[in-house]
């Protein structure tokens, strides 16, 4: 089974991992150092996608040291257990708030299971990983040689556990779902503001701190280098974000949330979307509108 792979620098490659049966939406980063490190895992459905790519990059199985997560959503973090299995010498990063999930994953699965609706079929499940394979990823900074240092920058909101990697050399951010969703194949970029925890004020904070780095390089989890400068697809998702905050707060003044029309309403494009893609971004919007909703049921606005 052959991949699609692009190469975004000398030192990173993206693997298309095939993310929830949809072509440009889930991305493994591949970095290259004197070590090879990868970043996001997809599901445990992903796997079998990124070890085929490791294979067409020429990297040998265990000659992958270092597995970073963004965050611990079965969509980033899901694999990992599977991957691990194929990969002897690798240690997996995350946020030591949520590692737990990865050694004990009964909980986190009922909770993706409430969160993502209709989609949950096509999540997978999740093979726990020991332990002793999880570092902290919070205080990470990764020297892979040849110049490249991997730093985790702290970015709360869609997650509180949520991580973005910096290479501050090439100027280079891998931003997991911290900013939403760019696929830049599909030319479709929305918030993703899922339940239970989704933060709005973590969130804006996020943004605020993202804006002060110079970053040359966006590398949104999905998917692929932002067809936008960084500054401009900071600023769009931004934007984005507030027009599902007041879609949500405007529905939740009826007496029934009327999901499907401001699914409707947030579209990112008018044209008709392959099925599987359609299912994707509408599941996605409807659990950003629950996610949003909930965030301001707890926080209730002074009137
Ligand atoms: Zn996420």
């Known amino acids: ?11 990173i490659a993206m693997i298309d991992n095939g993310l929830l049966q949809t072509d440009g939406f889930g991305a493994t980063y591949v970095v290259r150092g004197d070590q090879v490190a990868i970043i996001e895992t997809g599901t445990s459905l992903s796997a079998a996608a990124i070890l085929s790519g490791l294979d067409q990059l020429g990297i040998a199985r265990d000659a992958v040291a270092h597995i970073l997560l963004t965050h611990i959503h079965m969509d980033h973090a899901g694999g990992a257990g599977v991957l691990l299995q194929a990969l002897p010498n690798a240690t997996v990063y995350i946020h030591s708030m949520t590692a737990p999930h990865l050694v004990e994953p009964s909980r986190l699965l009922k909770s993706v299971e409430r969160a993502v609706g209709e989609m949950w079929p096509i999540y997978g499940s999740i093979v726990p990983i020991a332990a002793e394979r999880i570092q902290p990823a919070e205080t990470l900074r990764l020297d892979l040689g040849h110049q490249i240092v991997l730093e985790a920058i702290a970015t709360p909101g869609h997650s509180p556990d949520h991580l973005a990697f910096w290479d501050a050399h090439s100027r280079t951010l891998w931003a997991g779902d911290a900013i939403g969703i760019m696929m830049s194949t599909h030319q479709l970029a929305f918030a993703v503001t899922p339940p239970p925890v ?10 605020e701190r993202l804006g002060h780095l110079p970053i040359e390089t966006l590398l949104p989890s999905h998917f692929g280098r932002t067809l936008n400068p960084p500054a401009t697809a900071l600023d769009e998702m931004y934007t984005r974000l507030t027009v599902l905050c007041d879609a949500t707060l405007a529905g939740m003044q009826q007496t029934e949330l009327p999901l499907a029309q401001i699914v409707e309403q947030l579209m990112p494009t008018s044209r008709p979307l392959h099925p599987a893609l359609d299912l994707v971004v509408r599941g996605t919007l409807a659990m950003s509108v629950r996610g949003m909703k909930l965030y301001f049921e707890r926080h209730p606005r002074p009137v």
């Open 1 to 11: 089974m052959a991949v699609p792979i692009t190469h975004i620098a000398d030192h």
């Open 198 to 207: 989704f933060d709005l004020p973590a969130q804006l904070a996020t943004f």
